[in-house]
Nanobody, 114 residues
């Protein structure tokens, strides 16, 4: 059974930092492309950052320079370091895995107060 379990969300003031982690099980982690998405109330789910199996990273324009995605294939985890957070970053953040099929975590709430 595939599980993606996010952690690290919470409430932070604007300009602050958070580190999200996603622990994966039930998949061959190193062979999967991994990503973080987010969804704010009333909005569609959107890609935040992506790291493929080769370690190549891509970021949404709205987070470039502020967020960093990384993966640890030995620990089966993908992380998202978020700095200089803004109120518009408030959303539920989801972990995503993709190889032949896609998998989603349950999400973790990030709230940035002004």
């Amino acid at each position: 059974q595939v599980q993606l379990v996010e952690s690290g969300g919470g409430l932070v003031q604007a300009g602050g930092s958070l580190r999200l982690s996603c622990a994966a099980s039930g998949i061959i982690f190193a062979a999967n492309d991994m990503a973080w998405y987010r969804q704010a109330p009333g909005n569609e789910r959107e890609l935040v950052a992506h790291i493929n199996a080769a370690g190549i990273k891509k970021y949404a324009n709205f987070v470039t320079g502020r967020f960093t995605i990384s993966r640890d294939n030995a620990q089966n985890t993908v992380n998202l370091e978020m700095n200089n957070l803004k109120p518009e970053d408030t959303a539920v953040y989801y972990c995503y895995a993709q190889r032949f099929t896609t998998h989603w975590g349950q999400g973790t709430q990030v709230t940035v107060s002004s």
